[in-house]
Nanobody, 125 residues
Framework: QVRLVESGGGAVQAGGSLTLSCVAS????????MGWFRQAPGKERVFVAAIHWRGGSPFYADSVKGRFTLYKDNNRNTVYLLMNNLRPEDTGVYYCASRPKGFYTDYVVTDFDSWGRGTQVTVSS
């Protein structure tokens, strides 16, 4: 399995910005998509955004559309999540995950087979 390392979390006030990074230890012919998920205390891990290594537009959860931007650097095996206009409800641990190539209908936790340890994002009102 690929090893993923996140960085860039922190504490900001509402309206602020943060950029998260996720570096993958390798990228193979079977590497499909990279995703970001977040988990608030006492809640399930939910999809935030995803992007495919082969290209194409990123996908976003409705709750972050227009505020978050996901982009990648294939040469560095790195994806970045730029988060603007942060809200208190964006608070949680953000996890980077890797999904192999395949046929999928959505972005769900169980389809991603490698996960980082997570990075904490705290947004205060």
């Amino acid at each position: 399995q690929v090893r993923l390392v996140e960085s860039g979390g922190g504490a900001v006030q509402a309206g602020g910005s943060l950029t998260l990074s996720c570096v993958a230890s390798e990228r193979t012919d079977s590497s499909g998509a990279m995703g970001w998920f977040r988990q608030a205390p006492g809640k399930e891990r939910v999809f935030v955004a995803a992007i495919h290594w082969r290209g194409g537009s990123p996908f976003y959860a409705d709750s972050v559309k227009g505020r978050f931007t996901l982009y990648k650097d294939n040469n560095r095996n790195t994806v970045y999540l730029l988060m603007n206009n942060l809200r208190p409800e964006d608070t949680g641990v953000y996890y980077c995950a890797s999904r192999p190539k395949g046929f999928y209908t959505d972005y769900v936790v169980t389809d991603f087979d490698s996960w980082g340890r997570g990075t904490q994002v705290t947004v205060s009102s």
